[in-house]
């Protein structure tokens, strides 16, 4: 660690009472959650470092810094904290670790060859990222090319689609026939005007740009309100239920519907649900895996007419997700939300049913393979991890190198470190229980 966005005078250190740290201490977090990242780093110039911090270096030169390091990388910090509701590590806690201690020169090689194994093991890691990144630039391009009809240009050639007027016709028919069932007076639909037009690219001809609204029913789902809701507990998704293509249903909640709350509240299959907040327009398509789900506020339903399928507008919205479309709908400056007006005015392209069926098998066959090919990457990565601790596991039980029989004794080096102690004393002793350390105390913590 080199940079920092933060920097001190001498004067302000002086003022906070914090004392400069040598490069090669080995950093990480002692307080809050920061210690569950489990992230440690080793300065690489002098710097000052504050409280939530602890740093540790080699107390004598027998120790190796950077083979200190390699073994800290292998500890996990959330498994050393004293388990208090706000996690804290103190020198307590590190201290009585037992760390092996081979000679210097067997530390040497050992971390030479955990630089070298390592060095071999992160190409294949920037291998594997690489094509996990080339993969999502691929399933960006995919999408963009669906929706600008280019992935089923081939096909329109063999199979003509009626005109764009055509389609709102059909789409109008059929907003009328549901209002006329449904017993709901049709709202007017505003078409988008030329300023609306102007800002969109221009689509395939037969295709047409609309809205939510002009072709779907959407709502918010029920407030969470104990003392309020009445009825029957039933089982309701929130946010963190709904995941990009899917929802986890490991922890569902309940909460109190009455009878007449059913239709407005419940999902049926083949609903779209919008995340409204949290990562805005983050949506999967429900398929019936719980019966008599309902949603909570938190969360957009949307329902289409038949001449929309929703699994085309779900890939729309995956598309614009990353493509920073959707973006521009959102409100607010720190928290962004997806409101149900934003939702309702969100445009998208529209083609007939039949070229919209072709379009979601076209996809879904592209990116069925990127899904596999994801998977693999993702095996190989967890087992690039795996390999390197098991590197770890074996360099700190003995087995990475071979021993030289001309290294130092371990009786020898431990005497030196008992010499060198003894010396320390007097100083020590300044400082208390510092002097009381055992004697396999070969490294500082600075804990201030």
Not at 51 to 69: A, D, Q, T
Not at 71 to 76: E, G, N, R, V
Not at 307 to 312: G, N
Not at 389 to 408: H, M, R, Y
Request: include cysteine.
């Amino acid at each position: 660690m080199d940079t920092s966005a933060l920097y001190l005078t001498d004067g302000e250190a002086k003022e906070l009472k914090v004392k400069i740290e040598k490069a090669g201490t080995i950093i990480f977090p002692k307080r809050g959650g920061a210690i569950l990242t489990n992230k440690k780093r080793i300065l690489k110039r002098d710097s000052y470092f504050d409280l939530n911090l602890m740093g540790v270096r080699p107390k004598y030169e027998l120790l190796s810094n950077e083979y200190l390091w390699y073994w800290i990388t292998k500890l996990d910090l959330s498994k050393l904290y004293d388990g208090s509701n706000v996690p804290q590590i103190n020198n307590k806690d590190i201290e009585p670790l037992l760390f092996p201690l081979p000679p210097l020169p067997e530390q040497h090689r050992i971390v030479a060859k955990i630089e070298e194994l390592f060095s071999e093991l992160d190409k294949g890691v920037e291998s594997l990222r690489t094509a996990q990144q080339q993969l999502k630039v691929y399933r960006q391009a995919v999408l963009k090319s669906a929706f600008e009809g280019k992935l089923t240009q081939e096909w329109r050639l063999l199979h003509p689609q009626p005109d764009a007027a055509e389609l709102l016709d059909q789409i109008q028919t059929e907003r009328e026939a549901q209002a006329k069932a449904t017993g709901k007076k049709l709202k007017p639909i505003a078409p988008l005007t030329e300023a609306d037009l102007t800002e969109l690219p221009e689509l395939p001809e037969g295709w047409e740009w609309t809205k939510v609204h002009s072709v779907a029913e959407s709502c918010l789902g029920k407030m969470l309100d104990k003392e309020k809701n009445r009825g029957i507990l039933k089982p309701y998704l929130r946010n963190i239920n709904v995941r990009w293509g899917s929802f986890d249903l490991v922890d569902l909640l309940e909460m109190r519907f009455e009878e007449n709350e059913n239709e407005r509240f419940g999902i049926k299959y083949g609903d779209l649900i919008v995340c409204e907040g949290g990562e805005p327009g983050r949506a999967a398509i429900w398929r019936d895996q719980v019966s008599d789900m309902k949603i909570q506020k938190a969360l957009h339903r949307i329902r289409f007419i038949k001449l929309v399928k929703v699994d085309f507008f779900y890939y729309y919205l995956v598309f614009s997700a990353s493509a920073k479309i959707l973006d521009r709908y959102f409100t607010g400056t720190t928290i962004k939300h997806l409101t149900g007006e934003s939702l309702n005015q969100f445009c998208f392209p529209i083609c007939s049913l039949y070229e919209q069926n072709q379009i979601v098998q076209e996809l879904e066959s592209r990116l069925s393979v990127c899904d596999k090919l994801e998977e693999t990457i993702t095996q190989s990565l967890r087992k690039a991890e795996a390999l390197r601790q098991s590197i770890l596991k074996q360099a700190f039980e003995g087995k990475l190198v071979p021993q030289d029989p001309n290294d130092e004794p371990a009786s020898v080096l431990l005497e030196r470190i008992r010499s060198q102690r003894e010396m320390d004393v007097p100083q020590s002793s300044k400082r208390g229980k510092r002097a009381q350390l055992p004697l396999q105390q070969t490294i500082s913590f600075d804990n201030f």
